[in-house]
DNA sequence: TGAATGATTTACT
DNA sequence: GTAAATCATTCAA
């Protein structure tokens, strides 16, 4: 099945390290919001597989960030996987028609997940094209939090899935070295000042990020 | 049981 | 630039 990436299949060639281990997620989250950008976002099903490197990704840290559901130690049944362990998959879905992909960090009990808002395409191009219903290459094939579910079918059965199992969702090392900026979160303004800190990192001039703010520069890596 | 709303996308002016 | 689409989740009653 679509269980351990092969080491000598097309990724093989392209991404050099192997999926990331638990100890990559089990950090401060936004720690983990900063490193997963240039990161390989992997998806092998039975339709095929799609890659792509992450170059956009949101910190949300509950439960005292008020942007965050988990904010105020809330814990329901859509909550439960933040509060999980790390390395695992926390999705939702939102405005009656679009899903979101969190992975989930910290220890068991920290309510702390970093949001995926957009991927630049690897591999797969074609798969993500006819999942999107439009033609591979445009930049709306995954520029978004939204768009990069629909191109990687990610959904409810996603919800709690662990990215350092075999299952056949995972996040492997970058490909290549990738500058990191920060700027404030989206579509979170009624969080007050939370709304404020910059913990939306992103590769800066990358055309595949949802909007392109003023970039502040993280590092160089 | 009902009403409000959202970590968005798309089409349209 | 604005607005519609569309429904699971949440909270109040």
Redesign the pocket.
Known sequence: MAAQRSRTGPLAAMAPGPRLPRSFYARPVLEVARDCIGCLLVREGAEGVVAGRIVEA?A?R?PEDR????F?G?R????EA?FGEAGRV?V???????W?L?LVTGGVGEPH???L??VEPVLGLDLMAAR???SAGRR?LT????????AFAVG?GDYGLDLCGAGDLCLAEPPRPTKVARAP????D??GTWAARPWRYFEPGNPYV?RAPRATLVRRR
Do not use: D, I, W
Request: proline share 2%.
């Open positions: 949101e949300y509950g942007a965050a559901h988990s105020g809330r329901t049944a859509r909550t933040m926390y939702f879905f939102v405005y009656g028609m679009h979101q969190n997940a970093v949001l808002r957009a999107r219903q439009m709306e520029n978004g939090p939204g768009k990069l579910c629909q409810a979160r989206v579509g979170v009624y969080a949802s």
